[in-house]
Structures are given as structure tokens and as C-alpha cells.
């Protein structure tokens, strides 16, 4: 079934260390994004991609970065996490057919770090 | 660039009654305004969207209108169920496409048996 995929579904790790949340998706969509949200607040554009080796910042400054090396994977990286980071992150697609673009997103992945 | 107000934070009704929530924005170039629903430990999913073009949309128990002179647009939801209960979104986009969406800051909506 088509979908978009996140992993971990949880992640708790220590303040410094490298982290790499995965996101999959068989949509077959161009366009990637990132957004990182706290529960139950609003969405904020982190990251996104137009396809491959395209990345652009959002409208939220992040110290994570990110990689599209192919259409259906879109990873984010932080290189020495820090409590401040604890948040869910969403990771989503959007269908660029029809008028409008829906996204549709991921389960998330909720990122605590100590 | 574009702000999205939503109104208000939190809106609890009664089962079976109506519900209503407001977004207004800044930017007179919006013209794709988008609604999402995310439930408790869920991931948001899109329930009802809107362009400029057009004044009302409705979707079952859904509608959405547009005051584009007064830059505000509204979700109304009718005979509401417990399963309505989730955090709305509304956002305004310039373009047709996602990453050009700012999101309002949410709606609780809480369902009362």
C-alpha cells in the first residue's frame, strides 16, 4: 500500500549524540517535507525538497540538515543532539496532480533528548 | 511573508451541536487555504480545502467559507460526533503548492457527550 513511512516511532537519546530519523515514502512523490511540531501545536516547516538533490530550509530555523539522494527517501540529521530538539518531527509528501497540493504525512517520530 | 491567525485555541460543544473556527491572514496573493485534522496521537490528514475562486465549499458535515475582502475564512462542522474531536489546522498558501503553506496555531475541539 502506498504510503509514507517514519522511523523510529520513538527515539530517547543522550544530549551530543548523532541522530538520523528515516523517512520513506511510496507515493511516488516529488516533493518532501519536514516538519517538526509540538504536541498538539502547530506545524513548522523545517525542511523540504522538490526532488532529487534539491533541499531547502523552512520557515523555522533548524540545526538539523538533510539529504535527498533518492525520490522516496528523505532523512534528517542532527549531529549533536541537544534538549532544546525534543519535539515530534513529521515528515510528509505532496501529490503535485490536480489543483492543489495535499500533503500527507507520517506517523512522526517523537524525539526526546535528555 | 504570510500570518495565519486561528480562533479560537480551544472550542468544546456539545454532542450534536455545531462548531466553528476561524482563520484570518495577511497576504491578499493567498489563495489556497487548506484544512487539516490531526486526532490524538495521529498523523494530520487533509479534510476539506478551499481556493479564492470560490466563496463556499461543503463536504458531507464539513463546510469551509472564504471573505476574501475581510481576509478570513472559516470550517464549520454540523451535528457533531465524538469522533470530530481533534486538532484542526487551518493554513493559507500563495501558491498551489505545500511548501508555500503557513499553518494557523490549532483548534482543540473537544466533543461533550
Known amino acids: 500500500e502506498a504510503d509514507i513511512y517514519q522511523t523510529p516511532r520513538y527515539l530517547v537519546i543522550g544530549t551530543g549524540k548523532k541522530i538520523t530519523l528515516e523517512c520513506s515514502q511510496t507515493m511516488g512523490h516529488d516533493k518532501m517535507y519536514w516538519y517538526q511540531q509540538d504536541p498538539g501545536m502547530e506545524l513548522h516547516l523545517i525542511h523540504y525538497s522538490y526532488g532529487v538533490n534539491s533541499t531547502e530550509k523552512g520557515d523555522l530555523s533548524s540545526e538539523s540538515t538533510v539529504s535527498r539522494i533518492r525520490t522516496e527517501h528523505f532523512p534528517l540529521t542532527l549531529e549533536s543532539a541537544r534538549p532544546s530538539h525534543t519535539s515530534q518531527y513529521l515528515c510528509?509528501?505532496?501529490?503535485?496532480?490536480?489543483?492543489?497540493?495535499?500533503?500527507?504525512f507520517g506517523s512522526g517520530t517523537q524525539l526526546s533528548v535528555l | 511573508g504570510e500570518n495565519v491567525e486561528q480562533h479560537p485555541s480551544t472550542l468544546s460543544v456539545q454532542e450534536g451541536d455545531s462548531a466553528v473556527i476561524k482563520c484570518t491572514y495577511s497576504d491578499s496573493a493567498s489563495n489556497y487555504f487548506p484544512w487539516y485534522k490531526q486526532e490524538l496521537g495521529k498523523r494530520p490528514q487533509l479534510i476539506i480545502d478551499?481556493?479564492?475562486?470560490?466563496g463556499e465549499k461543503k463536504d458531507q458535515r464539513i463546510a469551509v467559507t472564504l471573505n476574501k475582502t475581510a481576509k478570513h475564512f472559516s470550517l464549520h462542522i454540523t451535528e457533531t460526533q465524538p469522533e470530530d474531536s481533534a486538532v484542526y489546522f487551518c493554513?493559507?498558501?500563495?501558491?498551489?503548492?505545500?511548501?508555500?503553506?503557513?499553518f494557523g496555531k490549532g483548534t482543540h475541539l473537544i466533543i461533550q457527550p
Open positions: 510528509a509528501s505532496s501529490d503535485p496532480t490536480g489543483r492543489n497540493e495535499k500533503l500527507f
Open positions: 478551499i481556493r479564492s475562486n470560490v
Open positions: 493554513a493559507a498558501s500563495i501558491t498551489r503548492g505545500a511548501d508555500g503553506l503557513t
